[in-house]
């Protein structure tokens, strides 16, 4: 089983709260990232890291944030959250052989 | 820019009929191929991943893929599809010379009837 662990699994938060999703992972993969899913549609990179101190920005623009101060840890934070940031949030991290994603958090912005 | 393509993005299958999900990669140099699933509301899994040796690589609940390094391809397959397969199927890749950071394709949601 692998050990990445995503909280909350679930959100449901009012607009313009401030929100962090938190990512942990216990395999000291350098590579972390942060992807978005609408139900049954396609991943979009948004945040990715290649290890401490290192954050880009993915293939979708995205208002949140992410920071990596520390290799296990890769919260990302929502300033001011939306109705159009509701989504699913998956965090994965990766070695060159083998990557692994967290169980998702279903952000519901009301 | 590197780029991973899935040309299916659904399929319709009844029960025992035989799939095949196409996987694209615009990559050069050595690559590391995987296949991940996700099932209704779970998490994504991985299905199988190449690295080297063997093209063809057999994974969990009878799938398996095919590593044609001159098509650049690394196709999904399985001989029998059961109603527990429906799901959303996902090709990724990293290469050694992109910092092995994983690219994933679209997903192909495949949906089979029983």
């Known amino acids: 089983e692998a050990d990445i662990y995503q909280t909350p699994r679930y959100l449901v938060i009012g607009t313009g709260k401030k929100i962090t999703l938190e990512c942990s992972q216990t395999?000291?993969?350098?590579?972390m990232y942060w992807y978005q899913q609408d139900p049954g549609m396609e991943l979009h990179l948004i945040h990715y890291?290649?290890?401490?101190?290192?954050?880009e920005k993915g293939d979708l623009s995205s208002e949140s944030t992410v920071s990596r101060i520390r290799t296990e840890h890769f919260p990302l934070t929502l300033e001011s959250a939306r109705p159009s940031h509701t989504s699913q949030y998956l965090c994965a991290s990766s070695s060159r052989r083998e990557a692994f994603f967290g169980q998702g958090t279903r952000l519901t912005v009301v | 820019a590197q780029s991973v393509s899935q040309h299916n993005h659904h399929v319709i299958l009844s029960e025992a009929a035989s799939l095949e999900l196409g996987c694209n990669y615009s990559y050069g140099g050595t690559v590391n191929l995987f296949w991940y699933v996700q099932y209704p509301g779970q998490h994504l899994q991985l299905l199988l991943k190449y690295f080297s040796g063997d093209p063809l690589v057999k994974g969990i609940k009878g799938f398996e893929a095919e590593f044609i390094k001159s098509k650049f391809s690394f196709n999904l397959r399985k001989p029998s599809v059961q109603w527990s397969d429906t799901a959303e199927y996902f090709c990724?890749?990293?290469?050694?010379?992109?910092?092995?950071?994983?690219?994933f394709g679209g997903g192909t949601r495949l949906m089979v009837k029983p």
């Open positions: 395999m000291g993969h350098d590579k």
């Open positions: 890291s290649y290890g401490v101190n290192s954050t």
């Open positions: 990724a890749v990293n290469a050694d010379n992109a910092g092995n950071m994983l690219t």
